[in-house]
């Protein structure tokens, strides 16, 4: 049994083998990920991504999160090497070729994360923080939120996810989960062009959802991912071509009604979960934000923290 | 005045230990605990859950207090806005008939 | 853009809402109810209800669909119809004649196993070693239900027309008449207006076609989407997609 | 699923040692829908991580119990004045009784028994109320087939809340060449509190799981039905355990009771199960039947045969042979395997 090392710090044969084994264990934040099924371009997606992250070839105890990357059963003579990850529960994934195993592998590891895991309310939105509190962050796909996050942190923020919210159950505080931020497509090269290329990974092209490619985690970020925080903004970020900037507060009741939908786990769990959504829009404002670039979103965003905040 | 309508015979009662709230400007979050659910009340539907909280109300009683408590008149809260808000709050649970012989 | 980024400074004016503009406001609300709004809301949360809606897209057919299928996986796919005679087989210049108008041709070795025909002159590809047990053994069960499972076996169930029909089919000599073919090809008939629903062709694992003509129409889609992604001229391209991309919005 | 791994999750056998072994099981348990049932039989020596995992699983099982109640609350409302005292059965009677077999475990709908005569009332009432019918079920030929030929009525799916409630007014089919005398199982339901709502004693419970479990066909769920019937079992009373003969050939359930007997005994070593068992059968169980309950149940490598003779017979069990081939037929469609496993066939 071996202490949790980065990725780095293995050799990929070892990799592969725990891989083929289904006993590579992924550690972040308050999960563990058993992950089963290796190829090529996964293996140089976790050497490049997830260099500095912390894993185990055999597990120490159980985990949170059970995936394997599987050829698809049907379909696997039918058209060559495809993957599809498979949960361990019924969701219908769709076979995706072989040199997109890294998006299977991320895909798996968010439906796991997002349908299983319910020790915490789930909301789907990023999550940057500094020493003041967290910025929750919560758009529809496509509203610039990943590049918002990205900039962030590059202005002092660290991040938390670029996915999921995770929001505490006794305690409205926002727990960290760092995994890499996806960008997709026009977005890829705004964000090469803000943190440089060591940091983005090689391009999966052709994917259904376009070219993605990966921004990955500081070691910094990475070292804080048991540190939580207690959120301090509320952001409904929306990314309009052409348009001038603009804030609108709003009321707390508003931002719960948009925040819950983007959970995919409010109902399941009841009273905590009321609690620890009015416990976060406790004393914290809430506002929708339009912008037209990623200037304009960093200066809102600085305008409206800078308003000392109750 | 002798033949009232049959509705009238009915008292709305609400639990108070069932529900969480909270205010947000004149909008109230309520966490119902028998249900599970969530919902959003407004000053009304809120104040007519809470009236009866402290006791069986009919319809009437409802309404009349509703239109105290709130300052309004009979032209802005017509009675078949209450009717409607009870049988909203009704199929929610939030309220219970409770048969005005029991 | 030259002008400041605007953030109402709404500390103050938030809080101190008069009593006067709250019963304004109270007014209106109750002028809404009485014209039918609701009068409470109750939150639904939960991502897989966006899941459902965005898998549960179906197909209808703008045209009927015929799909034809050789020995070799190759799939052609048109309107026309192919006569079929009971002991005789498909009338050849039919089939000529559906190749050469069909909308798309599929090349060899796309069409899954399932949908081959029966009947193939040259058993060519029998290296099909592979550990599927699909032929039950059921030996051990009562002769009563032995029976039951060979009435129940969906051989020409849900219109599949067979080139090669299993049961009352006697007529097994490979003489080719010149003008009917009795091998060699199965023949899939999809009606017009029928419905898809590409979701029951998913599971855990998956896409999932179904045994039956409509999983061969699944089949060929995903052959299409993954040559020609959501370009149009597929029936159905689109929904086919939007599974898809469920996932990548799930990145 | 090994023999050994049911014991564990329903906390008799010691969980394994080896982390991958508790891995295995803790996936078995999860994708056999038996986590929360083995979470909440577990609760000592469980490290910080398992601990997590139960309290997944906990919570999720928390979350169906209170809609299940609440559900049973609507139902009271819906049916108020009518003077209808519907059995909960299943799932719905463990929570509202709070039975050991209700921890942890999940319930999606309510299933409820009612009188035949009280069956129109009660769907016009449910009708009213909110509910109607699935769209799953809702065609000419399902709801035909449910009303001819099964013993409920169609599911139906409240519009707002998206729950569903089963109504039966028998627990077999009509058209069942074995039946079990229903009314004299209502007779002795109990009102849960003052409410009009009832479920069976103990003793009726088992023997209505027995009889869902193997004169039913409800085999898709082998372990997790395994697992009730166990806890159930265990939570009866000396007396009620010997009650339990002469009980199940009052209402005619023999066959489906000792089976069930004997199985707790197969796969849980319950010894005085099996003495029960033997007592009250005059015949053991089939062997194409015990062979094909366990090896559905161990998922050896023949379990598509089990299932399918398992499929077979829970069909000839309810409907005789004129109905069940018509039927078979139209939903054996998508049924030819493709794949090492049967396509999942849509149970009625």
Redesign the interface.
Known sequence: MSAPSNVASYDRRDLRAALRNGSFTLHLGPFSHLVSGASEPLLDFLSDTYRDYSVELTPSDVTDVLLRLEAPNILRRFIRRQITPNPGFKVPAVPLPLSMSPLAFEMGLNLSVALKCCRFINVHAGVVADKDGAIVMSAASGGGKSTLTAALLQHGYRLFSDEFALLGLDQPLLHPYPRPISLKQETIPVVRDMVGDNWISKVVTGTPKGDIAYYRARASDLAQDKTSAKAKLVLFPKFEKGVRPIARQLNPAEAIMRLVPASTNYSLLGEPAFHAITGLLKNIRAYEITYGSTIDSLRLVEQITDQKLV | MAAAPPTTSEKWSSDSHQY?A?E????F?V?F?????????????YGMVHAVSSGPLSEEEILARMRTD???TAE???E??VA??LS??D???LITALDAGT | MTEKPIVPDTSDSESETSEDSRIAERRQLLMLGAAGLPMMLTLKASAQQALVSQLTCSITLPKRVRILVDCDGRAWVGTRNIQYKNGKGFKVADIVKFKDKATYAFPAGDVPNYWLPDNCPIEECSNDDDDDDDDFDYETASAELDDLMRTSLPSQADGIALASIRMGDDDDDDDCDEDWIDSGYAFYKLSKNSTILPVDHTSGTGWSPQANKQGLFIALSLVYESRHGDAPGWPGISCIVSIINYFGTQN | MQKSALKQIVGIAPLPEKVMDRIELVRNADANHILGQMASANTSDVSDRLHDIFRNALLRAGHDHIMLQFEINRLEHALSGTGIEPVVLKGGAYVARGKKAAGGRRVSDLDILVAEDELEEVETRLKEAGWSPDEATDNEYDQAYYREHMHELPPLRHAKRGTIIDVHHRLLPKTARSNVDVALMQQSAMRIAENPVRTFDDVDMFVHSAVHVFADGAIDTPARSLVELYLLYIELSSDDALRLKTRAKAVGAIKAVSTALWAIDEFFDEDNALALSNEALAEKPNFILRWAIATKTLERPSAPLAKLLLYIRSHYLRMPLRLLVPHLARKAVAWRPTTKKPIELPFP
């Open positions: 969480l909270v947000y400007d004149d909008t979050l966490y605990r028998p249900s599970g659910e969530t919902h959003f009340l407004n000053f009304l539907s709130f300052s309004l802005e809260l017509p078949t806005l409607t808000t909203e709050l199929q929610a649970g």
